[in-house]
Structures are given as C-alpha cells and as structure tokens.
C-alpha cells in the first residue's frame, strides 16, 4: 500500500472503532434499564423481550453504517493505487469487527434473559406446588410434569383433566431452556465463526497475491462439521435437560438444527457433493441431454395449458427451494408418474321400459294442460277485472289452483319416469359374445361347412 492507501485504511480502522465505541456506549446504557424492567416485572418476560428488541433494532443499525461505509472507503482506496491488499485488509478487518459485535450482543441478550427467568423461578417454583383439584369431586390430583399440559385422571371418581401449567410457570419455560443453554455456549460459537472467518482470510490473501480463491478443502470442511455437531450436540443436551426430554429429543434437536446451519450449506458446495457422490450444482441444474435440442414442451406446452406459465413459475419455485436438498430436488425434477385410477366401465343407458314411457308422455300431457289452464284462468281474469264478482274470483282462483296442481303433478309424473330403471342396452363386447354363440348354434345347425359364413357375424 502506498502511503495515501494507508492513511485510508487508518481512517477506515477508526472508523470501525467508533462504531465499536457507540455499540459497547449502547449496551453499558440499555444494561440499567434491563435490570430495572425486571425489578418491575419479575413474573413476566414480555416487556423485557420488548425492550430487547428495541435494542436489537439500534445494534443492527450501528452494525450497518459500519458495513456500509465499506464500500466507499474501498472506493478511495482503489483510487489511490492498486486495490491489493487494501481490500483484503478491510475485509479481514471487518470480519473481525462484526464477529467481535456478534458475541457482544450474544453475551448482552442472554445475560439479561438469563437474570430474567432467575427473578422468575421463585415464582414460578411456588406455582407449580399449588395443589391442582379434579374438575370432578374436587380431589386432589398428581401432576408429574407441570410445566406441561396434561390429562390427568383421578383416583377417586375417574374423571379425565385436562390441565394446563400456570402463566408464570408457562412463560418460564418458554424461554429459559433456550438462554440457558446459549449462555453457556457463546466461546464456542464465536470460535466456530473465527474458524469460518480465518478461511475467508486466506482467500483474500491468496487473492491479493494474484493467485485464485481456493476452495475449502474437505478436510476444513469435515473440521467445520464436527465443530458443529459438537456445539449443536452441547445446546441440545442442555437445552433438553432444563425443560425435561428424551435422549430421541436430543438427536431430533442436533439432526434438525445441522440441516439448517451446516448441510443445507455443503449440499451447494461442489467440494462437499463430489466426496459424498452427487454431482456438481451446475451439472444439476444443467439441462439434460436426452432434452437438448428437442422440440418437446411436454406438460408446459402453452399452445395447450393455459396455466402453462404459471405452472412453470411454480415448478420453477419449488425446485429452487429444494437446491439444497439433493434427493428431494431430483423427485421434482424427475417426478413419478401418477397413478391413474381405474375407470369403471360405462354402463350405456337403454330406452325407456313401456311403464316409464307412458308415465312420462302422461306427466307431460298433464302439465301442458295444466299450463293451458293456468294461461287461461290468467286471460279471463285480466279480460274480467273491472267487473268481476266475489263468486267469479272464487271460481277463477280455484281454476288457478287446480291448474298448478296440474302443472305440478305431471312434472313429478316426468321425473318419476326418468328416475325408473330402463332396459339394459348390450354392450359391444356382449353383443359380440352373443354374434359368437349365434355363429356356434348356426354351425351346428346347419353343418361344418357353414362355419366360414357364420364367421363374418
């Protein structure tokens, strides 16, 4: 570096460093207030939760404008001469100041979670040897885990409760399993991060010196698996022992939180894939030979599916999702075929039986005359309206009704006829079936030379 490069990597190092004087200002500050908040709400966790997250909200953004000012510093220094190993000073500086901010707001957040469930166990310890009676006869009943919900059935009258853990008792172990065991364990995540730092450190380097960025080897991969499962493995087993568990919910625990820390990572590391057998990420979401050069739209043909394109976004969406997670990928890429269920076979619909004819013709007869009536009985009553009797209404009106009724009738006489069963109309392979025994009497009727005619029938 020339010595205007310097001078701007100094200015950038002050930088950071009154970032990290602001940070360190903040928490002194929020300290004060986190242990009067839990002065005044020893039972409930939320308002310090509130607080915290307000204070979250500050470190994030000093950590930013920290992160931010980056980029114009490279800026200037890359002006002022080569970019090498300017950039790869700030960098690791950087990643240092970040890592150095990360476990002081690791320490900062489960301190005070930590000092608010102790304020809580007192209470919490008192509630839950409160004596809790049956719902039933009032007995007494026996709870072997009352931080939890339980059915519990009495002794004495049999009667199943459902019993929930108090408020306090449920707001402590929703939180303190979890802090418990992070506090613990932060030297052991910072130096999991310094370890992934370092690596990044050296491929800077590296890059200065005009060589390529190598690849982590296995080896530091394998490394870095191990230091995971062991840090996993350290908070699942206390975790699990503070709020009462299985060694199954142990393995459960590690298993799910390494899918998300570490394998979900490697599963997009080519180093990683070809140890393990799978191929690299380009080759996998390379188009395959067999579909190069071919004009086949297959189910996402637009000319055919009208969803053809939201189709496509969707497929396209689900399997990006699943980058990382090869077998479930290639079930997407390369999905079953779907099992098409059988059909059964389609009984064709013969005519009408003589019953549900007649009754049919009648029903319809009967409501076209009774739809003539009702026409009728409406024309003489607008020809009769302005001197129309108290009798003629009547007789109108019981004409009206009684062609309805007719109306009405001959409608459900229809329907009735379409709902009876209907002569059975032969199918193609019965109708075969009886061409073929008709063929077999003529030939034994009219003899074996007559075999070669009955054939065509």
């Known amino acids: ?211 390529d960025r190598p690849e982590e080897p296995l080896e530091r991969l394998e490394q870095r698996e191990q230091m995971e499962r062991e840090y996993w493995t350290a908070y699942a087993e206390a975790r699990v022992r503070n709020e009462g568990g299985t060694a199954d919910d142990v393995r459960t625990l590690v298993e799910a939180r390494m899918k998300q820390a570490f394998y979900d990572e490697m599963n997009l590391n080519d180093v990683w894939r070809a140890a393990h057998g799978m191929q690299s990420v380009s080759a996998q979401v390379s188009v395959p030979e067999h579909l190069k050069n071919v004009d086949e739209w297959g189910p996402l043909n637009p000319h055919q599916n009208p969803n053809a394109l939201e189709d496509d976004f969707v497929h396209d969406a689900l399997l990006s999702e699943a980058m990382t997670e090869p077998a479930r990928y290639e079930s997407g890429l390369y999905p079953p075929p779907r099992p098409v269920a059988a059909s059964k076979p389609e009984t064709p619909r013969g005519p009408k039986t003589a019953l549900a004819r007649t009754l049919g013709l009648s029903g319809l007869v009967a409501a076209g005359v009774g739809a003539v009536g009702v026409g009728a009985t409406y024309g003489l009553y607008e020809a009769q309206k302005g001197d129309l009797s108290r009798d003629k209404f009547d007789n109108l009106r019981l004409a009206n009704d009684v062609s309805w009724l007719v109306v009405f009738g001959g409608a459900g006489m229809w329907a009735v006829s379409e709902l009876l069963p209907r002569e059975v109309r032969p199918t193609s392979a019965s109708r075969s079936r009886a061409t073929s025994q008709r063929a077999a009497t003529w030939s034994a009727a009219v003899g074996p030379g007559s075999v070669a005619v009955s054939a065509r029938y």
């Open 1 to 211: 570096m020339n010595p205007a490069q310097q001078q701007l990597v100094a200015q950038w190092n002050q930088e950071l460093h009154q970032a990290g004087g602001q940070l360190s200002q903040l928490l002194q500050q929020a300290g004060a207030g986190c242990q009067q908040m839990i002065a005044q709400n020893p039972t409930d966790p939320l308002p310090l939760n509130n607080a915290i997250g307000a204070i979250e909200h500050q470190v994030k953004d000093i950590r930013s404008k920290a992160d931010d000012t980056f980029s114009a510093y490279y800026d200037r220094v890359s002006d002022a001469g080569p970019s090498e190993p300017s950039y790869s000073t700030m960098k690791r500086t950087l990643r240092a100041f970040e890592r150095w901010a990360e476990e002081t707001w690791a320490r900062f957040d489960a301190h005070w979670h930590v000092e608010q469930y102790r304020a809580m166990w007192p209470y919490a310890q008192q509630a839950m040897q409160k004596p809790v009676a049956c719902s039933g006869c009032g007995g007494p009943l026996a709870r072997t885990t009352p931080h939890r919900s339980e059915s519990l059935t009495c002794g004495a009258c049999r009667t199943v409760n459902q019993v929930l853990p108090d408020a306090v008792v449920a707001g402590y172990y929703g939180g303190m399993p979890h802090y418990y065991a992070e506090f613990g364990l932060i030297e052991k995540r910072s130096a999991l991060q310094k370890f992934r730092d370092d690596w990044e450190d050296y491929r800077d380097a590296e890059h200065a010196a005009d060589r």
